[in-house]
């Protein structure tokens, strides 16, 4: 079971993707609501992917890269941002991260992006249409 720690301050956002990751599979769901929360996160329980909004409160996907990238050269992080923030995303992408998904994105991109950094070719959506958001969904 691969850990996924999404980072993002908007919960709307946060509960779409991981709304999406669990219906890739069995992953294991960390959630932080802010950058900091993140390096804290990322340091307790060495997820083998980092999701990182840019824009956040009290530290910003940027920094909060730049600061696992120090912890863990061989962390695998994925951007994800809205249009308009180049300059933010090319410094994170400097830093080390490996992917960038833009807002909004449709689950073939983040699956794309999952199977290029994790090499997890058998990640399958199944082909449902049902919502991306469930009201009843529980974080490990």
Known sequence: MYKILIADDAKLMRDIICQVF?????????IAHNGNEAV?????HQPDLVTMDITMEIKD???AT?????YDAN???IIITSLGQDKLLNACLNCGA???IVKPFNKDRIKSAVQNVLG??????????TS?????MTYK
């Open 98 to 100: 490996y992917d960038f």
């Open 75 to 77: 962390a695998k992080i």
């Open 132 to 136: 991306m958001l469930n009201s009843s």
């Open 40 to 44: 804290e996160l990322y340091k307790q």
């Open 66 to 70: 730049q600061e696992i990238m120090t």
């Open 61 to 63: 996907g940027l920094q």
């Open 22 to 30: 669990r219906e890739f599979g069995d992953f294991e769901i960390i």
């Open 120 to 129: 997890k070719k058998n990640v399958s959506i199944p082909n449902r249409n």
